[in-house]
Structures are given as C-alpha cells and as structure tokens.
C-alpha cells in the first residue's frame, strides 16, 4: 500500500474535502494579499469565490472520472476473469468425460 493512500473511503472524504478548502483559502488569501480592504467590493469577491468554485469542480470532476474509469477497468477485469474461468470449467468438464470414457473401456 502506497504511504499515503487513505484506508478507506471516508478518510479520502475527509481528504478531499481538506484540501478544497485549503485551496479556496490560499486563493482568497492571494486575492486579498494584492489589494487593500477598503478598494474591494461584493463584484470582486464574487469574482473570487466563483474562480474558487470552478476550480474545485474541475478538480472533482476530474478525481470523478478517474474513479469512474478505475471502476470501468476494474470491471472489464472481472469479466475477463469469468470468461476465463468459464474456459476452464469446459476443458475440465471435457477431460472428466473422456476419463469417464476411458475407465468404460
């Protein structure tokens, strides 16, 4: 297991969620480090709050659709693994007739 990986699914909940807000703070923090208190009005932390925002979401629909493609993998595997063991039980299948036939004669 990979030295930071999370164990289970509500630690990476936990995460996630962790690090958005860090994000957003670091933004707003940047933002506000640039201009004074008395300059700034309700448009431009609209601006900023809604950048934040669309940050988080690119961010989330991006972690989304590796998920979805781990889950699309993951299940490719598994029906490959069935039609693999399918295989088998028909060879085995095949030699238990043919022994049964063999021990008739």
Known sequence: ????????????R???AQRIDADADDVLGRAAARVSASSVSLDDIAIVV??????????VL????????????RR???LQE???VDKIHARRVIVESVLRRLGKC
């Open 14 to 16: 936990r995460g996630l």
């Open 82 to 84: 069935k039609a693999r």
């Open 1 to 12: 297991m990979a030295p930071n990986r999370p164990r289970d699914l509500n630690s990476l």
């Open 76 to 78: 490719g595997d598994a």
């Open 50 to 59: 809604a950048d934040a925002i669309k940050s988080c979401e690119d961010r």
């Open 62 to 73: 991006s972690h989304v659709g590796r998920v979805v493609t781990l889950v699309n993998v």
